[in-house]
């Protein structure tokens, strides 16, 4: 049986790696999906493998630390497919190098305006079309690091942790509304993100691996499983919570 | 597609409410169950059910607090159905109502026998026949009581809050057998555990209904849900997580 049969959902980031997976995921369990992103050809490529799998896709270019965008971005789902039942706000960049005392300013305000502002403001414009619904799921994507502390990465730190908090700040808003909000923290996950970061310094793969209990990355369709689940009727009792999936890292 | 085809399931607690609903979540997911309780009545009853729904089940007759029943419990599994792949460690009993200094040392002992022994004994046992197989699946029944503290059952809180620290342990462990090991922890759910109290305190409904932000009190159901979820390949990534299922109670 589809999970999701009839719905609509959005996927921000959804250009590669955990966006691509969830957006494939949606749309396998019976969803109509939204790409948006700032990248053009990986969206387009996503919507073909969309597109292969029977499935039906639009893409909106978005950059979701502007309001304007993402505003207009909502209103491009709805006005295609009249609803908004899902949405993934999954859009983000990854961690830099550099500790808290050395790391600009500019590299700070760049991963906070899109890591945290962001997903904030995709909530604002879903959250606003879900209550004229009466009804919506949401999943922002956090991280393991929205949870402990990692070094040579203060700005992306802290905005997992911000997305942690505005994922419970929202549902406790929204409960009484028919919108749930919830977040996936991915341990490292095998993504673009993740394989360019390792290109400049492979001995980092050996480092993630070894950070997970279970002793491998987590695969994208892994955190895309969460996603379809903490989005479908299955959970219709889970909000604010902030599901890990993460070969047991923060367990220890 | 039934998401647990061909598995074998154990249920301790199977007899009512959340345990209940649970084996029979897995039974319609394509697993053969075995109910474990001590009341014999109730088991047969959700027996009855299992096959009404065309599933296949059998009762075993277990206290979890004795090692040499759990032991026992885990050996019929085998020797009926050859194997166990999912377990939901449910068993539990409710708190009393007297805070901590006028707690007896009785009512402690009960509590955390069959609420934290219980469980660490089902896992010795269980994990022991798991990595014969090369894997398995373990979710153990925690509750909002294991993230945040409660007024008037010190030894549920803590019992509670131990088997949430025992899901991290055992999981970290066994991070590389194939085993997962997860908790679900319920907000309060419509059981006849809860029946029972609110009979004794009619106030006590309103109480907590208003616990929950979103409104209401859970289901068996979604928590059975969850449970279903965490045992599935689509949490093959997953370890060590306490997954809330509380209509956001601990996010205030």
């Excluded at chain 1, 597109?51 to 505003?71: H, M, N, T």
């Excluded at chain 1, 992306?156 to 908090?165: D, N």
């Excluded at chain 1, 749930?180 to 793969?205: F, H, L, Q, Y």
């Excluded at chain 2, 020797?79 to 009785?106: H, M, Q, S």
Aim: include cysteine.
């Amino acid at each position: 049986m589809l999970r999701l049969d009839g719905k609509i959902g959005l996927v921000t980031g959804g250009s590669s790696g955990i966006g691509r997976a969830t957006a494939l995921a949606f749309v396998r369990e019976g969803a109509k999906v939204v790409i948006a992103d700032i990248l053009v050809e990986g969206s387009e490529e996503t919507i073909k493998m969309v597109e292969k799998a029977g499935g039906q896709a639009i893409f909106v270019k978005a950059d979701v630390s502007r309001s304007d965008e993402v505003e207009a971005m909502v209103k491009k789902a709805v006005e295609v497919y009249g609803r908004l039942d899902c949405a993934f706000n999954n859009a983000g960049l990854g961690p830099g190098r550099s500790r808290t005392a050395d790391f600009t300013e500019e590299e700070w305000d760049r991963v906070i305006s899109i890591n945290l502002k962001g997903v904030w403001l995709c909530l604002k414009y879903e959250i606003q079309q879900m209550r004229k619904q009466g009804a919506g799921a949401i999943v922002n994507t956090a991280s393991v690091v929205g949870l402990v502390g990692f070094q040579g990465a203060p700005a992306y730190v802290a905005s997992k942790h911000g997305v942690v908090g505005l994922t419970k700040a929202a549902a406790l808003e929204y409960a009484t509304s028919g919108v749930r909000i919830n977040a996936v923290c991915p341990g490292v996950t095998s993504t673009p993100m993740i394989e360019d970061i390792v290109a400049a310094r492979p001995k980092m793969a050996e480092f993630y691996r070894t950070l997970h209990p279970m002793g491998r990355l987590a695969r994208p369709e892994e955190i895309a499983e969460a996603v379809v689940w903490l989005c479908s009727d299955a959970a219709s009792f889970v909000t604010g919570h902030s599901l890990v999936v993460d070969g047991g890292l923060v367990a220890q | 597609m039934q998401r647990l085809d061909g598995k074998i399931a154990l249920v301790t607690g199977g007899s009512s409410g959340i345990g209940r609903a649970a084996a029979l979540a897995f039974a319609r997911e394509g697993a053969k169950v075995v109910v474990v309780d001590i009341l014999v009545e109730g088991s047969e009853e959700t027996i009855k059910m299992i096959r009404g729904v065309g599933g296949e089940a059998i009762f075993v007759k277990a206290d979890v607090s004795r090692s040499d029943e759990v032991e026992a419990m885990v050996s019929r599994t085998v020797e009926v159905y050859g194997r166990l792949d999912c377990a939901f460690n449910n068993a539990g009993i409710g708190g009393g109502r007297a805070p901590t200094a006028k707690t007896t040392e009785e009512e402690w002992d009960r509590i955390i026998n069959i609420n934290l022994k219980g469980v660490w004994l089902c896992l010795k046992f269980e994990i022991q026949q798991m990595l014969k197989q090369g894997g398995g699946a373990i979710v153990n029944t925690s509750s909002v009581a294991g993230v945040v503290g409660f007024q008037g059952t010190p030894a549920y809180v803590a019992s509670k809050h131990g088997v949430i620290g025992l899901t991290k342990a055992a999981a970290l462990e066994y991070a590389t057998s194939g085993i997962r090991v997860n908790a679900v922890c319920p907000g309060v759910i419509r059981t006849p555990m809860i029946d029972r109290i609110v009979k004794a305190r009619p106030e006590m409904k309103e109480v907590y209904r208003t616990m929950h932000p979103i409104g209401r009190l859970g289901e068996a159901e979604e928590i059975a849900e969850a449970v279903v979820w965490l045992c599935s390949d689509a949490a093959s990534f997953v370890t060590g997580h306490s997954m809330l299922v509380d209509g956001g109670l601990t996010v205030q």
